[in-house]
């Protein structure tokens, strides 16, 4: 009896506890905005996108490995607190303005000539590419955001596409004719329009949408997938068709998608990666483009050879290239391990939507930690605090203005612009935040719905039996430990939330209403929890978080070590006066010197509470203060070599900058204060270390 009247007690408390909260302090910026959709609006999409999926799931016919989670429609998911911040500086920073500020995005997708980088006649060529990538992520935050401007700003350039294919076009370039598409640069860049609309389809329910993607995808041109990485071709329009099949079930979508795979071209190619060949030049955001569509054809296909060729992909990336915040080198082509060396931006949007696929496909955390460490931390670092001007290439290491100093492409440097002068990453960095929002809650195949990536959010979503279900997440994640939600069904309803249980959290724990939810039944890092949800039940989730450290060698050999915290990279800033103005005095000659991984678990955390406007500040509300070495080493530089396509002879190809090729000696002890990498413009998130830090090269990196 007292156990029954003291949980009585408890339940009360969460409940008023949940109501000061929603009362208080948590309203998301754009609650009120006018142009929020009802409930009866979001289930109807939530019917034309999701609904059709789930449907298709109980039919083995066509889905014949059921994916684990299914995308809700861009609005579902709105942004709350901190991240609500960030996404309203992009609406009012670079995504919600960038066709004022370049012709390419004021001009490209039009049906004329386009005066800019890489036009070819009559708005062919680079523009197509680069306003597509803006477009896809324009139309995404427009709708996520409600937003009344954007979205009309979306539709002005998106409804002539889909008018010119509904007149009779066979392409989405509808102003020529299908030729058009034997340019592998067109074809590659008509993929990217493809995703654009699918997104709108998915936003607003229109038939024409989908008639267009329909009428486009029956019978198209797809390139065969090579065992290449260089030049893009047209094969990545696999995706938006496949998409395009599970939106209309129009089974002529499949057939042509299926014929693609069943080529002898891509049966090989998939073989190879199978075996770990990986052919020729490896221009980076090909390779997480294509690397993605073995793995999409396994929902309608059940054979795991094709999951396994993406995934095989992913290890040798993650073996040779990958860098601590999650993405590969790729300056602009890969060019492995080294804490000098340069990221595109294109390649975070790419690699994301890459994780994404396979996160849906196989329900599995890995992919959601994956996306979690680039977002977190890759993310950030590419765009200056108030979404103004971002750069082109990042690196782990980044000590003043000059350094990196040698551009290792065409396209841009590391400097943070308005725009660039090549303007793919301009475009494309404008995808990160809203696929990720999009994407943090999913719905699976059998009604419930899945806490995939995690945030502060709002959530509108159908569950159950089509019951009408609100989600407010409140957290500070991944500032903070502890993430609560609170569920609001229109009436009790009986359908199953799952929840990720990161993979880096070494004690977990999950409860309902305050009562403990028994984990060991999670399966593929996911718990479930199945009962009657009703109006007032709170899940409170807790993450606790320890610095850990993890270590390797650059592909120079030299051996490094990275400290993180939950699924934030941690690094030491160069402090700046602005993105482009670091201070040149800042000292950053410091050296990894801890003895063993206790050592790092046991280092000082400082938190404070997290600023009341969040633009990823250097004052950080996380901060870990780590003992360190003292030292005077600089970086160095290693000759590099390559092998000859023709003769398969080594030859010398330029040099690496790298750290010290062995551990540095200490010139005494310090104390240096770590702060995210997002938060930083300059700084060191790869330490050489010391001769008693040698263990570290073997701990290896946990998402
Ligand atoms: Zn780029």
Known sequence: MQRKIHHGLRRLIVVMACLVLLGIGLAPARAAAPGDRPARKMAELMRVSVERHRHLCDSTDVLKARPAFIPLPPGAVKPAGWLADWAEAAADGITGHLDERHNTFRSAWQAKDVRAPGARVQGTGWPLEQCAYWLDGLVRLAYILDDTELIAKARARLDPVVEGVLRGSPSFIYWLPKEQLNSGFDNWAHSHMGRALVAYYQATGDPRVLAALVKVYRDYPLPPLGNRFYPVNGIVNLDPMLETYVLSGDEQVLRTALAAGERESFRTTVEQWNQGQFGGRKHAVIVYENIRVP????????????????????????????????????????????????????????????????????????????????????APAIVDRDFQTHCYYQSPNRINSRFPGRVPGPGGDFSFRPINGTLCCVGNLNRILPDYIMHMWMATPEGGLAWTLYGPCRVQAVAGEGVNVQLECTTAYPFAETVTLAVSPERPAAFALSFRLPAWCAGPSVEVNGEAVDLSTARAGFVRVE???????????????????????ESTGAPYASVFYGPLLMALPIPDDGPNQPDPTAPWQYAFDLASPAEVAGLEVARQEIPETWDWPLRSPVAIEMPAARSDWEFTTVPQQTTDMKTGQ?????????????????????????????????????????????????DKQTD
């Open 295 to 378: 793995a999409l054809l396994y929902p309608c296909t059940a054979d795991e050879t094709l999951l396994e060729a993406t995934r095989s992909a992913v290890r040798w990336l993650d073996r040779d290239h990958r860098l601590p915040y999650g993405v590969t080198s790729g300056g602009e082509d890969l060019a492995g391990i080294g804490s000098a060396q340069a990221t595109e931006t294109c390649d975070v949007a790419a690699s994301m939507w890459t994780f994404l696929s396979l996160l849906r496909i196989t329900g599995d955390r890995e992919w959601s930690g994956r996306l979690e460490r680039i977002f977190f931390n890759a």
């Open 531 to 553: 009962r009657t949800w009703r109006e007032g039940d709170v899940v409170t989730l807790r993450f606790p978080m320890q610095p850990r450290v993890a270590g390797g060698r």
């Open 650 to 698: 080594k030859k010398p190809h330029g040099e690496a900058c790298s750290l010290p090729l062995r551990p540095v000696k200490s010139k005494g002890p310090a104390t240096i204060r770590l702060i995210p990498y997002g938060s930083t413009m300059y700084r060191i998130s790869m330490f050489p270390i010391t001769a008693r830090a040698e263990w570290v090269i073997d």
